[in-house]
């Protein structure tokens, strides 16, 4: 039993490092939207087809991407009191109220003089990109501006008028998303958007809108606030929180653990005993967070010899999402000891360590953690 749980846990950790790499098996691991592809499919913002593939060269509808960018801002509950009518959809469409949604966060810009929608047009990449764009708050540019940032590109004098400023803010931004072909470097403001291409800009929007959401997001996309273990050091930046690497933290281990009884290798479950917070009471992780990790050094106490050592290796952390992610970090049980114990370990040694489900263990973690104070959600 302890070797499979070892296999399982080396598999999950291959996987997490891995980034689901071959979630699709038509998205191999070095395809140039591979990252986005499979870390918005983890979210539930983009999903395969029946037979398991992604098709990443295959169009999407003006629904389908108003769907998709509601799902990656995390707005799919906010309810919208006044609707817009369309000739074209009524109220009982599939993506109606993600349309609706979409209008109502600025994302689309609806023109009076037109009562359609188009919802099952392919989305161009003019309008892909202007929607992400949409979302953030950005510098005003000047037209001047837009065309210096533009100025590589080959088409840069077929780009639409009305594209020009959302072009020119997305090439300030790293979001004017362009399949990497070598020699041919164009914007295709007028071509429909591959899936690919969606999920490597609806990516980058929410990198931006954690950091600089237009207005009305911001009014939604407030950071959750709560009590807990306050964690030194941890910083806030829009709606993103880093836990430094180097900053302790405590865990608790839900089984015995003991230098005597135990061997290297071991693994263990932990949960998080409390939530981890900024000094502004931002939630960084939640309490109950599931941890796992093994025993990396276990010594056994004998008198004379030794005292005991048991060294904690933790891996991965499943939060309340069910978000699977890496939680690199080391510590060591140790015993709380007066002056006279202490001096009693150093001569005679053979003291023995045990924790017990009611008891904390501290341990450092080994990389920073990037944290969305939104919705809990381990960025990286």
Known sequence: MKNMLKVMLSSLMVMVAAG????????????????????????????GYPDGSFKPDENVTRAEFASMAIKALGQEDIQVAQPVNFSDITQDFWAYDSIQKALYFDLISNKSSDDTFRPDDSVSRAESITMAVNALTTQEIS???????????EDLKDIPQDFLIPAGKAQILNMLVTMPVVGDKKIDAKRPATRAEVAAILYRMIEEA??????????????????????????VQGSVGTIPAGSVVPIKLTQPVSSQKNK???????????????????????????????????KAGRWFIRNG????????????????ANFSASGA??????????FVRAVLKGEKLENFPDMTVDVKLLKPIKVDLTNGWIIE
């Open 20 to 47: 689901c790499a071959f979630a699709f098996p038509d998205v191999d691991g070095d395809y140039w939207a591979a990252k986005q592809i499979n870390e918005l499919n983890a979210k539930g913002v983009i999903v």
């Open 143 to 153: 037209d001047y501006k837009a065309l210096t940032a533009l100025q590589d590109y």
């Open 210 to 235: 954690r950091l600089n959401p237009n207005a009305k997001l911001a009014e939604v996309m407030r950071k959750k606030t709560g009590e807990g273990y306050v964690v030194e050091g941890a910083t």
């Open 264 to 298: 290297s290798g071991d693994i263990y479950i932990g949960v998080i005993p409390t939530n981890y917070v900024t000094k502004e009471n931002y939630i960084l992780i939640y309490q109950n967070s599931q941890l796992k990790g093994q025993l990396m050094d276990v």
């Open 309 to 324: 050592v048991v060294i904690l290796d933790n891996a991965l952390i499943v939060t309340p999402n069910d978000q699977t």
């Open 333 to 342: 049980l140790k015993k709380d000891r007066n002056w006279f114990m202490k």
